[in-house]
């Protein structure tokens, strides 16, 4: 008769090699998974650590972005009273008090960087200077600034605000002049173009 021994055996047999092909297929896939969960942690980690490097770079950039702001508003308090001075020590010119405080104004915008724009009498330049106003005083060159309105600023050779100022302009029988001189030359265009 047949042996159920032996077939038991066979079976039994089989089954254990499956079970050790199983076991070695599972834990070959159970290495990878581990593998690449501590792949995944490291990264995790780095991450962490640029998030928290991104983090105190932003905490420094913020605290640096206040202290600009304080300073702006400081230089902005010192710009709103270097006008005002400036301003009011035109009215009062020959003042020998005003001079001294002049000279501490001076030193002030100097520690900040700063030059004032506020002298009459100078030349006209654009590049320093914006025309508010213009009207014709004899004794003065044309085009010099006659009056500052406003004064201006410069921080390191950039304008921070231009001197409003009115300038000194061509007396009205100049202007009149030179605008009938201009319709004649355009007249003598006009007549020269018909022929």
């Excluded at 001075?85 to 001294?100: A, G, I």
């Excluded at 330049?125 to 213009?134: Q, W």
């Excluded at 950039?158 to 004649?184: F, G, K, Q």
């Amino acid at each position: 008769m047949f042996g159920f021994g032996s077939m038991e055996k066979r079976i039994s047999e089989k089954i254990e090699k499956l079970e050790g092909k199983i076991a070695a297929r599972f834990s070959d896939r159970l290495d990878g998974v581990d593998e690449r969960l501590q792949q995944s942690i490291r990264q995790e980690r780095r991450n962490q650590a640029a998030l928290e490097s991104v983090f105190e770079n932003q905490k420094a950039e913020l605290t640096m972005l206040r202290s600009i702001r304080n300073e702006s508003k400081a230089l902005k308090a010192l710009m709103t009273f270097a006008e005002s001075f400036v301003l009011w020590y035109q009215s009062q010119p020959d003042s020998p008090e005003f001079q001294v405080l002049r000279a501490k104004l001076a030193a002030l915008l100097d520690l900040f960087g700063l030059e004032i724009l506020a002298e009459a009498g100078v030349h006209f330049d654009p590049s320093f200077h914006e025309a508010c106003a213009a009207r014709f005083d004899p004794d003065k060159p044309e085009g010099c600034v006659l009056e500052v309105v406003r004064p201006g600023f410069v921080s390191g050779g950039e304008i921070l605000r231009y001197a409003s100022v009115v300038v000194n302009r061509p007396s009205v029988v100049t202007e009149n002049r030179m605008e009938s001189e201009t319709e004649d030359a355009a007249d003598e265009f006009e007549v020269g173009a018909e022929r």
